[in-house]
């Protein structure tokens, strides 16, 4: 098998040109509250004295709602790259380096951690008693859809109705699995002296998502609904990543360690739970199945059989027909470790399929950073 020497940039544009990529089409998925939303929320753009921009740290570029970044850019901003656990930490120093040469405020966080929420808060209070002396502030919250944006309102709001009780009435954001869910605005204090406020807005994409990989990020990371792209296509666009990077490699050669020093390493233990996990998330529900040992055994037996396929596959993964065909391998073979079982072959790759995605959006594949920092351009 000829090895790659791919970066992350090369890899998206070659899987961006593969046939199932392509064979789709462009992403589509605009609901008719976004266009309302997208007009409503540019007025009140106007009135924000900080904005946050909530991205995906996941795909802190392709999480970016391009058609407000020339309104954002004249704003005074933080970037907050959220969902960091599920995040390469080592390249999520990159991202927060890069952002930084950029004089551009950013912060790495997870919504669901009252800790990582103060400090984001804390430094938006900061940011805004710096260069405004005026006595009632608004803030604004932004993003599109599947962030993490109203997980991140709502633990605000906790921390709001901590400062200021007389605000805890005020209805919780509405947040779900499916993207497009908070379709209305609201918001409420956090500070005084100066009185600083907090609005919520719903999470809004551009119209059309003109780069194929763009949308296949969007989608795979949730921002776009599954129907609007097929499963089947997202997790083939997922097996091309992995593939390319060799990442089920890594796998073997992380657990074969493991087995070699009996796991007692602390810093092997802490390289294997960043891939395994020792607990499930809140955000991890997602997961039809409750027992965890179960869970990290099938996860195990899923790491195993894309290495195998991808160590024994004799064909030239530079050749994207060969790299196709070792997907369509490893769709099928995964229906034993997943334990799906049924006689319709289409129905197998779609089941398979969803159980796959949602091994990968709940982080129990490892963290992943799906951009290039090096096209990263505020």
């Not at 912060?107 to 260069?131: D, G």
């Not at 209805?171 to 100066?194: E, H, M, W, Y």
């Not at 790759?349 to 096209?375: A, H, Q, W």
Request: proline share 3%; with cysteine; net charge positive.
């Amino acid at each position: 098998m000829k090895a790659g020497a791919e970066g992350i940039r090369t890899i998206g544009r070659r899987i961006g040109k593969m046939r199932f990529a392509v064979s789709g089409g462009v992403v589509q998925w605009f609901p008719g509250h976004m266009f309302a939303a997208t007009r409503v929320i540019r007025e009140r753009l106007k009135l924000a004295d900080l904005v946050i921009e909530v991205r995906d740290a996941r795909i802190p570029l392709s999480s970016a709602n391009e058609d407000l970044q020339n309104v954002l850019s004249h704003k005074r901003r933080i970037i907050a790259l959220n969902k960091k656990d599920l995040a390469n930490p080592n390249m999520m120093h990159h991202w927060i380096r890069s952002f930084d040469s950029k004089k551009q405020d950013c912060i790495a966080v997870n919504a669901l951690s009252k800790h990582s929420v103060s400090q984001l808060l804390a430094l938006a209070e900061l940011k805004l008693k710096e260069v405004s002396s005026k006595d009632t502030m608004l803030v604004m919250v932004v993003g599109v859809p599947n962030v993490g944006k109203s997980a991140l309102i709502n633990s605000i709001h906790q921390i709001a109705v901590s400062r200021f009780p007389v605000q805890e009435k005020i209805k919780r954001a509405t947040v779900g699995r499916l993207p497009g869910v908070t379709q209305d605005i609201a918001g409420f204090k956090i500070s005084n002296r100066p009185s600083i406020y907090v609005l919520d807005t719903p999470g809004i994409l551009v119209p059309r998502i003109h780069d194929i990989e763009t949308g296949l990020k969007l989608a795979l990371t949730g921002a776009v609904k599954d129907s609007a792209v097929g499963e089947e296509r997202l997790a083939q666009y997922l097996l091309a990543i992995l593939n390319i990077r060799k990442t089920p490699l890594h796998w073997n050669n992380l657990m074969n360690s493991a087995k070699q020093s009996d796991g007692s390493s602390p810093e092997l233990v802490e390289r294997v739970s960043s891939i395994f996990g020792n607990s499930f998330h809140k955000r991890r529900k997602a997961l039809d199945v409750t027992d965890i040992m179960y869970v990290e055994g099938l996860v195990k037996e899923v790491m195993y059989t894309l290495f195998t396929t991808l160590s024994e596959y004799d064909g030239d993964l530079d050749d994207d027909a060969c790299l196709e065909s070792l997907i369509d391998i490893q769709l099928m073979s995964l229906q034993k470790p997943l334990k799906v079982v049924h006689k319709s072959s289409e129905v197998v790759r779609t089941m398979v399929s969803k159980k796959l995605l949602t091994l990968f959006r709940t982080g129990k594949l490892g963290p992943f950073i799906l951009d290039d920092v090096s096209e990263a351009i505020m």
